[in-house]
């Protein structure tokens, strides 16, 4: 098993597998040093001796350890200043809606759910001498193709063919055309010009932040992450680490341009960001539209438009062709909610508020204590950068409709907040009640699951992980839906049986005869075409001819 090591806001990691359900022993959580700034090198070697000083094994020496097993390190512990909405709960937590053309997804999943499977495939084939993986906690990575083998190396990193409009935002790995899968060197974020030069002579691939690095390098990143006392340093991992890598480097390090550097393009891969605001609405757009082939496609849902995305909510309005690129998430948009368009609404409980949102306008309530709410209206391309992200400027208010009070004047520019306590977005992560914000969600999913289950002809609930529906359904006691008309899709009816068994065995009910249906329903599919269509067989090989089967 690969062990998970995820750095996280701090606030989170306390109570990150409470919230999650996921095991101790398969995560591993801390977030860097208050008040230290360490950088993805810095942070890397904090993180993975944290983790040597909390294992059973921390009395051996940190290099038996580091071999002992197979260890991924996702990068997640930054502030999310461009994506405000998840900095509280960690943008690795994102929740992400089930794919239009996918089948077997959880509507529970995050980001994190998508990430791991392919990083988990990458380790397994890693060769003997690499136990460390090291990624972005931002970003979802599709491989579309068949991974190739991991070469043989001391670091091994994986980029994709982009064009320069993309690339020179980006770090980027260059190898001359004698050698395309050693490099050459690294560059930051190099612009266009120097792109289309660096073609008359090699090839380039964009950095997609999935690097995999032997014991050997390490080590070697350890050392380069102290200064000269021993301490822990801000070191990064891409422009200083992988800046002197490689046969041509642009950093001078000896030692490290020794370390033998592979370039691996990941095929059929396709990178989505999810850093910002817009990136989120954008990357969901972008994820839900790789499958345009309507016969894929296993929902027929009822959005005006396709950029509007509401998941763990309770939403009494009707959107219109109008409404463009709106992400609601954990919250309630009753009847007396206008919204146009470019809307990030998260965290809102239970309201019967009368609020109109122009374009752009976002709306954040993250719980604090044990009755207050921290409000945050903000514009949908706001940063918060530098002194934007300390200033006291959002109010805690305790009421639910004087929170709507509130909201409305904020959304106006007409609010007097000199009565309210004023926190920083900063302060919001440090003191947010994760557990009041999931438990929120938790209820409104749990009104979503019928829902869903009611309106299955438009819904993904026959599409999604519906082993993960039933245990939810049975412990939550949720009504059942109606049953299906024998005009509904055989795969459907199929499914719906085994939805049901499952819900009637976990509930100590007999779920035989809905098993029988099933199986009825299965055989019925395989047997309809033959049955429809008759076949007289005949001989087609010669007498002497041995024909061998197996099923």
Same mark, same amino acid.
């Not at 055989?490 to 007999?510: N, Q, Y």
């Not at 035989?512 to 329903?521: G, I, K, M, N, T």
């Given at each position: 098993m690969t062990k998970k090591l995820l750095s996280l806001p701090p606030n989170l990691v306390g109570c990150f597998h409470k919230i999650t359900g996921l095991p101790a022993s398969d995560y591993f959580c801390t977030s860097d040093p208050i008040g230290h700034r360490l950088g993805s090198g810095g942070g890397t070697t904090w993180i993975l001796e944290e983790c040597h000083r909390a294992s059973e094994s921390s009395a051996e020496p940190f290099e038996n350890w580091l071999a002992s097993q197979k260890r991924i390190i996702l990068h997640a512990g930054g502030q999310s200043r461009r994506l405000p909405s998840y900095a509280p709960s960690g943008k690795i937590?994102?929740?992400?809606?089930?794919?239009?053309?996918?089948?077997?997804?959880?509507?529970?999943?995050?980001?994190?759910?998508?990430?791991?499977?392919?990083?988990?495939?990458?380790?397994?084939?890693?060769?003997?001498?690499?136990?460390?993986?090291?990624?972005?906690?931002?970003?979802?990575?599709?491989?579309?193709?068949?991974?190739?083998?991991?070469?043989?190396?001391?670091?091994?990193?994986?980029?994709?063919?982009?064009?320069?409009?993309?690339?020179?935002?980006?770090?980027?790995?260059?190898?001359?055309?004698?050698?395309?899968?050693?490099?050459?060197?690294?560059?930051?974020?190099?612009?266009?010009?120097t792109l289309n030069s660096l073609l008359q002579t090699g090839y380039y691939l964009t950095d997609i932040g999935v690097w995999l690095l032997s014991d050997r390098a390490v080590e070697l990143l350890r050392r380069r992450s102290r200064d000269a006392k021993g301490a822990l340093r801000e070191?990064?991992?891409?422009?200083?680490?992988?800046?002197?890598?490689?046969?041509?480097?642009?950093?001078?390090?000896?030692?490290?341009?020794?370390?033998?550097v592979a370039i691996v393009p990941l095929p059929g891969g396709e990178f989505y960001h999810y850093g910002t605001g817009r990136e989120m609405i954008s990357s969901t757009l972008a994820v839900q539209n790789i499958v345009n082939d309507q016969r894929e496609i296993m929902h027929r849902d009822r959005k005006p438009h396709p950029s509007i995305f509401v998941q763990n909510s309770k939403a009494g309005i009707r959107f219109t062709s109008a409404?463009?690129?709106?992400?609601?998430?954990?919250?309630?948009?009753?009847?007396?909610?206008?919204?146009?368009?470019?809307?990030?609404?998260?965290?809102?409980?239970?309201?019967?508020?009368?609020?109109?949102?122009?374009?752009?306008?976002?709306?954040?309530?993250?719980?604090?204590?044990?009755?207050?709410?921290? &409000?945050?209206?903000?514009?949908?391309? #706001?940063?918060? !950068?530098? /002194? +934007?992200?300390?200033?006291?400027?959002?109010?805690?208010?305790?009421d639910i409709a004087e929170t709507g009070r509130v909201i409305k004047a904020m959304l106006a520019g007409e609010a007097d907040l000199s009565a309210y306590e004023l926190i920083s977005a900063e302060r919001i992560s440090d003191i947010a009640r994760l557990d009041?914000?999931?438990?929120?969600?938790?209820?409104?999913?749990?009104?979503?699951?019928e829902a869903l289950a009611a309106n299955h002809r438009h819904s993904v609930f026959y599409q999604s992980d519906l082993r993960e529906a039933a245990t939810a359904f049975a412990n939550d006691s949720l009504k059942m839906p109606a049953p299906l008309a024998?005009?509904?899709?055989?795969?459907?009816?199929?499914?719906?049986?085994?939805?049901?068994?499952? &819900?009637?065995?976990?509930?100590?009910? #007999?779920?035989? !005869?809905? /098993? +029988?249906?099933?199986?009825?329903?299965?055989?019925?599919?395989?047997?309809?075409?033959?049955?429809?269509?008759?076949?007289?067989?005949?001989?087609?090989?010669?007498?002497?001819?041995?024909?061998?089967?197996?099923s």
């Open positions: 937590l994102t929740p992400v809606p089930v794919f239009r053309w996918e089948r077997g997804q959880s509507i529970t999943q995050t980001l994190l759910d998508l990430q791991l499977p392919l990083y988990e495939r990458i380790m397994d084939a890693a060769p003997a001498n690499v136990h460390t993986m090291i990624v972005s906690g931002d970003v979802y990575i599709r491989a579309a193709a068949q991974l190739p083998p991991v070469p043989e190396a001391d670091v091994v990193c994986y980029g994709l063919w982009l064009d320069s409009s993309i690339a020179k935002d980006h770090g980027v790995f260059y190898s001359t055309h004698s050698a395309p899968s050693i490099l050459d060197r690294m560059l930051q974020k190099p612009s266009v010009d070191y990064d991992l891409y422009s200083d680490f992988g800046c002197a890598l490689g046969t041509n480097p642009g950093v001078a390090d000896p030692e490290l341009s020794q370390l033998k409404n463009t690129n709106i992400w609601i998430e954990n919250s309630c948009i009753g009847a007396g909610w206008q919204l146009t368009s470019d809307h990030i609404l998260t965290g809102i409980p239970e309201n019967d508020w009368q609020l109109a949102l122009a374009p752009g306008q976002c709306i954040d309530i993250v719980p604090v204590g044990d009755d207050g709410f921290a &409000v945050r209206v903000y514009g949908i391309d #706001d940063k918060f !950068a530098g /002194e +934007e992200q300390t200033r006291p400027r959002f109010p805690i208010v305790s009041r914000l999931v438990d929120q969600r938790r209820r409104f999913r749990r009104a979503n699951r024998d005009d509904e899709p055989l795969i459907t009816r199929i499914s719906d049986s085994m939805f049901r068994a499952e &819900v009637s065995r976990l509930t100590g009910a #007999d779920p035989q !005869a809905h /098993e +029988e249906r099933a199986f009825s329903l299965l055989r019925e599919g395989l047997t309809r075409t033959v049955l429809e269509h008759k076949e007289l067989p005949r001989r087609d090989v010669c007498s002497d001819q041995i024909v061998w089967s197996r």
